[in-house]
């Protein structure tokens, strides 16, 4: 039995085509349609549904304690009020999963992936063993969504006092919005500016009429699974199943920057052994020379011989390109390398590129 957000009858009363993803029923797109979606994103703004997201709190007199063994980032850089982007690791320095971090009034919001739910709370609640902590879970109260693009600060200030123009980048605020008490990120999966909303799930459906009402005039957009994968794509974000699983490391991921070598953490000697031998394969951004769909699964080659294989690929709508992520050997990870992607059991050129293929635009 496929799950509902509190806005499923919402979405599909707006003309959503609704599909299964990560156990859910959510909108791929609206009549608008995914690359128009995709556009709102990039020039005005775009509302996303991302409540199967999961939403954990961890308080308690030993919260940051625990944190601080649990994830890869240094915790002591972070003040109240500050966010941050982190991963879980196995002990072999695989990925458990990828997570956002809120520090917040006397506790840690922590977000995961929706279809690493159930195992990343059973990890979780496993090393919380012998500290003072508490695991809460959140998802059924919070409802989340995603208001992102240029004119979103502008959209969501016609709804609250506070002066959103305060809001650093990676930073959240809890205030009133829309009539409801709201934690509000400035963070986002798109490369545009934007927040991250978490809203009381009894007046979710509220809200969100009151936003797309709010943002009519500045071309605010609903938008659906599609554009939020063809935006994180172009941003070169990672996602889990496809840019990280059990089987990658962070390293390998090119997610070095996350990690504090000055503190301890689960993985933490199997990812230095990595760092100092470095890793055997690296994720390389790939630009097609022909034209082709470099897809998912797709083999790339060098010289006839199979090398390694794309976790995503599409055509770019805002760079109208052709362009993958691929893990391929260290060997071949510099930038200009030729190689083949194999479609449909042809080998078509490409060449490796610098990613992101589109420079994120947060506010500075």
């Known amino acids: 039995m496929l799950q509902r957000t509190p806005l499923y009858e919402t979405h599909v009363a707006m003309g959503g085509r609704m599909v299964e993803f990560a156990g859910y029923e959510l909108p791929v797109q609206y009549p608008a349609g995914p690359t128009a979606e995709h556009h709102a994103v990039r020039t005005a703004a775009g509302l996303f549904d991302i409540d199967h997201m999961g939403q954990f709190e ?46 917040l009034h006397r506790r840690w919001l922590m977000i995961v992936n929706a279809s690493n739910r159930a195992k990343d709370w059973a990890w979780i609640e496993h090393h919380l063993h012998g500290y003072d902590a508490a695991l809460i879970e ?9 208001l992102q693009g240029p004119k979103a600060e502008q959209i969501l200030q016609k709804l609250t006092s506070y002066p959103l123009v305060t ?60 554009a939020r994968d063809s935006l994180r794509f172009e941003a070169s974000m990672p996602l889990y ?16 920057w996350t990690m504090s070598w000055n503190k301890p953490f689960i993985g933490r000697d199997a990812l230095l052994k990595v760092k100092l031998e470095k890793p055997a394969r690296l994720l390389v951004g790939l630009e097609m020379v ?17 090398i390694g294989h794309v976790t995503s690929g599409m055509k770019s709508p805002t760079l109208d390109k052709f362009l993958a992520m691929a893990y391929v050997p260290s060997a071949y990870s510099a930038l200009g390398t030729r190689l083949d992607v194999i479609v449909r059991g042809q080998p078509k050129a490409a060449v490796v590129v610098k990613r992101p293929f589109y420079k994120p635009k947060y506010k500075v």
């Not at 959140?138 to 995603?146: G, N, T, V």
């Open 58 to 103: 961890i308080g308690g007199p030993d919260a940051e304690i625990c944190l601080q063994q649990l994830q890869v980032w240094d915790l002591d850089q972070m003040a109240e009020g500050e966010a941050h982007y982190s991963v879980l690791c196995y002990d072999d320095g695989t990925v458990v999963d990828d997570i956002f971090l809120y520090k």
């Open 138 to 146: 959140r998802s059924d109260e919070l409802a989340m969504l995603a």
């Open 167 to 226: 809001v650093a980048p990676r930073t959240a605020v809890e205030t009133q919005i829309g009539g409801l008490m709201v934690i509000a990120g400035r963070t986002g999966y798109t490369g545009e500016d934007g927040f991250e909303l978490y809203v009381p799930v009894e007046g979710v459906v509220t809200f969100w009429r009151l936003l797309l009402d709010a943002g009519k005039e500045d071309g605010l957009l609903a938008c659906g699974l599609a």
């Open 241 to 256: 199943g496809h840019e990280l699983s059990p089987q990658i490391n962070p390293l390998e991921a090119r997610l070095g």
């Open 290 to 306: 022909e034209k082709a769909v470099p897809r998912e699964h797709y083999d790339v080659a060098s010289d006839g011989q199979v």
